[in-house]
Nanobody, 130 residues
Framework: QVQLVESGGRLVQAGGSLRLSCAAS?????????????MGWFRQAPGKERDIVAA????????YYTDSVKGRFTISRDNAKNTVYLQMNSLKPEDTAVYYC??????????????????WGRGTQVTVSS
């Protein structure tokens, strides 16, 4: 099992920045850490489906961003710290959502498919005021 804990969400004004962190732990990380997992950030706004925001390969060499966040958000990972980050700049009210971290243990590339992720955090609330 892998436990994921998100942090860093809060209320921020439009145009501001936040950095979300996702710390991974668990017995299955004891040997290789999160370097064995592709990782993703998703978000879910009230009344809407959970959607992919960004994803990153195991090594961190390749990333994916949904169109609405390209140029504003950056996903990164520190495998030595078993932590994944989402740097969010130029925040907009439409970025308001609960942000979830997820881990995919299969394959070497990232996936944008929610069903492919094996482990999920409980989420952190990001609220952007206008």
């Amino acid at each position: 099992q892998v436990q994921l804990v998100e942090s860093g969400g809060r209320l921020v004004q439009a145009g501001g920045s936040l950095r979300l962190s996702c710390a991974a732990s668990g017995r299955t990380l004891s040997r290789y850490g999160i370097s064995s997992y592709a990782m993703g950030w998703f978000r879910q706004a009230p009344g809407k489906e959970r959607d992919i925001v960004a994803a990153i390969t195991r090594s961190g060499g390749t990333t994916y961003y949904t169109d609405s966040v390209k140029g504003r958000f950056t996903i990164s990972r520190d495998n030595a710290k078993n932590t994944v980050y989402l740097q969010m700049n130029s925040l907009k009210p439409e970025d308001t959502a609960v942000y979830y971290c997820a881990a995919d243990r299969g394959g070497t590339y990232y996936t944008t498919q929610i069903g492919e992720y094996d482990y999920w955090g409980r989420g952190t609330q990001v609220t952007v005021s206008s």
